[in-house]
């Protein structure tokens, strides 16, 4: 398959212009004239220059962006809706988005229909993009009928996920900038400045202070042996990297990020209301409950909430209520459990946990605004530490040796 640039006047005599992947120049003819546009040129697209595969996953060129998602199911919705067939649908928005990961997503599931695969069966081979619950509410839908339903749920569903992640990005950004901006500061100092002062120091006749012999120490290392230093913090990502990437390491990791103060709350609560909202979706579109409880598991990206949802799944297997098992859980508060028994009698589940994800969000909405007068205290003290530590350090010899002269 090439792509192909093309010319053409439709009827009415207007200028149109594109490209078109296509495996022949042929083959652009014949679609130009089916769809009521007279060719006046075709030509083969020169190739583009192939960037690594390493310099395109570092940059995440070969990511689809949450946002070009969202609006992929959003035009599903409304192609669904129009009655367009499944082919058509895709292949429009395949050629109308401006996102090249997803065209590239896009073309790979055209060929899959063109092979008879249906929609959640060529969305299930690309699982880079489409998770295992967006298949799974897409077969749903093909499989009742309604699947401009489950594209309108998904969509909600989508924005809700792409929302909390923003929302616990924007509480994690403010914290992050300014210990990066400390870092780059104490390296400035530790390279540069300290080694400055240390000829200074070199010359006077007299002991240093135990602070200004550390920083002299820590200076003197950094500058000597700073290439061991890369290498061991390489080898220090490695080892991290892949203990994150087995089972227990991820468990503990994601248990532990939980656990931080504050900063903890807010993962805590976003990622109930990610649990809340998917599960509560599921539940609307009568996926059964215990492959809802499976399905969700994968979408909270925590393995710590991952092994509590499946173990709610287990409970249910065994026949218990659901009320119990969420109980048991430990995951909802006591007021929660409370709406969720109460629902149970009224039959109104799926409503009481989406106002359970709603009460979440706003939370997280209340924490996000609140952490920077929370945690902006704790980061002026520590950056009061460090700067008075470098102060002293550099500036107590200096002040000793006068003390000394002056009582001379």
Not at 16 to 43: C, H, N, Y
Not at 93 to 122: C, E, F, H, N, W
């Amino acid at each position: 398959m090439e792509i192909f640039e093309y010319s053409g006047r439709n009827r009415r005599g207007e200028s149109m212009r594109g490209t078109v992947e296509s495996a022949s120049a042929q083959a652009v003819a014949t679609w130009l004239m089916d769809t009521d546009i007279f060719p006046v040129s075709i030509k083969a697209q020169a190739p583009a220059f192939k960037q690594p595969a390493w310099f395109t996953r570092i940059s995440g060129q070969e990511k689809v962006a949450p946002i070009d998602l969202l609006l992929f199911t959003r035009q599903m919705a409304n192609m669904v809706r129009a009655g367009l067939q499944m082919m058509d649908a895709i292949d429009g928005i395949q050629r109308t988005t401006a996102s090249k990961p997803l065209a590239k997503v896009l073309r790979s599931v055209r060929d899959d229909l063109d092979r008879g695969i249906v929609l959640s069966g060529a969305f299930a081979r690309q699982p880079e993009v489409f998770d295992d619950y967006y298949v799974s509410m897409v077969r749903v839908g093909e499989g009742t009928g309604r699947l401009e339903e489950s594209f309108q749920s998904l969509y909600k569903q989508v924005e809700f996920d792409r929302q909390m992640r923003q929302k616990i990005k924007a509480a994690l950004r403010y914290p992050t900038f300014i210990l990066i901006a400390l870092a780059i500061a104490m390296t400035i100092m530790t390279v540069f400045v300290i080694p400055s002062f240390a000829k200074t120091y070199a010359g006077l006749k007299v002991e240093l202070p135990l602070i200004t012999r550390f920083l002299l120490g820590i200076s003197t290392f950094t500058v000597n042996y700073w290439w061991a230093m890369l290498i061991g913090v390489g080898t220090l990502y490695f080892i991290i990297h892949l203990v994150l990437k087995s089972p227990d390491g991820r468990y503990a990791w994601d248990r532990f990020k939980l656990g931080l103060p504050i900063i903890g709350q807010i993962l805590t609560k976003g990622t109930v209301a990610r649990f809340s909202r998917s599960f509560a979706t599921a539940m609307k579109s009568n996926v059964p409950i215990v492959t809802a409880f499976q399905l969700v598991s994968r979408v909270v990206d925590n393995a710590f909430f991952e092994a509590r949802i499946l173990l709610m799944r287990t409970g249910v297997e065994r026949g218990e209520i659901l009320s119990r098992v969420m109980r048991t859980s430990g995951i909802f508060s006591p007021l929660e459990l409370q709406l969720i028994t109460v629902a149970e009698r009224t039959g109104e589940v799926d409503q009481a946990v989406e106002q359970i994800a709603l009460m979440y969000s706003e939370e997280v909405e209340y924490e996000v605004a609140r952490l920077s007068q929370t945690i902006e205290p704790l980061l002026l003290a520590l950056m009061g530490i460090l700067v008075g530590t470098l102060v002293l350090g550099i500036f107590l010899p200096m002040w000793d040796l006068g003390q000394a002269n002056f009582k001379r």
